[in-house]
């Protein structure tokens, strides 16, 4: 049984750039949460989707868009790069009503230079 | 949300008792208690929930006093691998079922030989 797949696992990107990350649930899970972990530092909630609509949004920007698909994998996108944009970026799977119930993937590394 | 405070780092050796406390003064009637566990470059990962009096499983046990107001994590006779920054959470379940996770700095623990 997979769990949470993120790709890529590394990535550099140039200020101004636009990046999309994507995540793959585990199976059996219909929510996808995005968090963002800057170094040495907790991880931030972003944005978690829900039958691919946007349910609850963190204290972000709109540069930070996301989707989730039908088969609930979903995609964060980033437009407009920050050097502070430099994480690593998180997706956690779930199943509605359920808190205890996270998977976190690996991560994204982003590195904006 | 309540806020949670708890030790920025702790140090230990192989074969002792670690034991964590998180402060939530705040915590609802409604909350429970989560604490992940989270090694470099990888996701969190659920160690143990609680909404009272004591919680175990096979890596950890969850002491929660009658006021709820504060939570210990311990870890039994601890080992090398066992090095890791360690959150703890709380939380309900909203209205609706769409929750996220807050996560806060954590708590870096160091197990040496």
């Known amino acids: 049984d997979a769990g949470v797949t993120q790709s890529p696992t590394h990535l550099i990107k140039t200020r101004g750039q636009q990046v999309t990350l994507r995540c793959s649930p585990k199976?059996?899970?219909?929510?996808v949460s995005w968090y963002q972990q800057a170094l040495g530092q907790g991880p931030q909630f972003i944005f978690q989707?829900?039958?691919?609509?946007?349910?609850q949004r963190g204290n972000f920007p709109d540069r930070f868009s996301g989707h989730q698909f039908p088969n609930y994998s979903s995609e964060l996108n980033v437009n407009a790069l920050l050097l502070g944009d430099s994480a690593l970026y998180l997706c956690?799977?779930?199943?509605?009503?359920?808190?205890?119930?996270?998977?976190f993937g690996s991560g994204t590394r982003l590195t904006v230079v | 949300l309540a806020k949670t405070t708890q030790p920025i780092s702790m140090d230990s050796y192989e074969g002792q008792e670690v034991n964590i406390t998180c402060s939530h003064n705040?915590?609802?009637?409604?909350?429970?208690i989560t604490w992940y566990q989270q090694f470099p470059s990888q996701g969190p990962r659920f160690i143990i929930q609680?909404?009272?009096t004591k919680v175990k499983n096979e890596v950890a046990s969850l002491f929660i006093p009658a006021d709820r107001k504060s939570s210990t994590l311990s870890l039994p006779r601890v080992s090398l691998s066992d090095t890791a920054v360690y959150y703890c959470?709380?939380?309900?379940?909203?209205?609706?079922?769409?929750?996220?996770?807050?996560f806060g700095a954590g708590t870096r623990l160091a197990v040496h030989p």
């Open positions: 956690a799977s779930s199943l509605r009503d359920r808190e205890y119930g996270y998977t």
């Open positions: 199976s059996g899970h219909d929510t």
């Open positions: 989707y829900y039958e691919e609509e946007e349910r």
């Open positions: 705040n915590i609802a009637t409604n909350d429970y």
């Open positions: 609680g909404y009272k």
């Open positions: 959470l709380v939380g309900r379940v909203f209205s609706g079922g769409y929750n996220k996770l807050i």
